[in-house]
């Protein structure tokens, strides 16, 4: 499974809209056949920076991503709004989605 989690600092006047702005790349994301996860949250220290965990089935899946009209657009579409340059971590892990945490669960 290809992991990736991006973080993405937006300029103060987007951040409200932010979600909006890239609902439609999220849905498109999403329906892809190799498409795990595409998730998004907002940071409680910094209202204007976004964190994206994402995940694809394998590289295939991961180029087919990169290479969609979706995201190209979307790319156009962030850059109009983002103050900084995105940090990224991408890498390969074993598994096929989420995992249960062992050291946690509810009380009963």
Same mark, same amino acid.
């Given at each position: 499974m290809i992991f990736i989690a991006v973080k993405f600092t937006v300029r103060p006047e987007h951040s409200e809209s932010w979600i909006e702005r890239t609902a439609a790349f999220t849905a498109a994301t999403r329906a892809e056949p190799g498409n795990v996860f595409f998730e998004w949250s907002r940071s409680v220290e910094d209202p204007n920076q976004f964190v994206l965990l994402e995940a694809f089935a394998d590289g295939d899946a991961g180029a087919a991503h990169v290479g969609s009209d979706?995201?190209?657009? &979307?790319?156009? +579409?962030?850059? =109009? &709004?983002?103050? +900084?340059?995105? =940090?990224?971590?991408? +890498?390969?892990i074993p598994g096929t989605g989420w995992s249960r945490m062992a050291e946690l669960s509810p009380k009963n």
């Open positions: 979706h995201f190209k657009a &979307a790319m156009e +579409t962030m850059a =109009e &709004a983002i103050a +900084t340059v995105p =940090e990224i971590v991408n +890498t390969e």
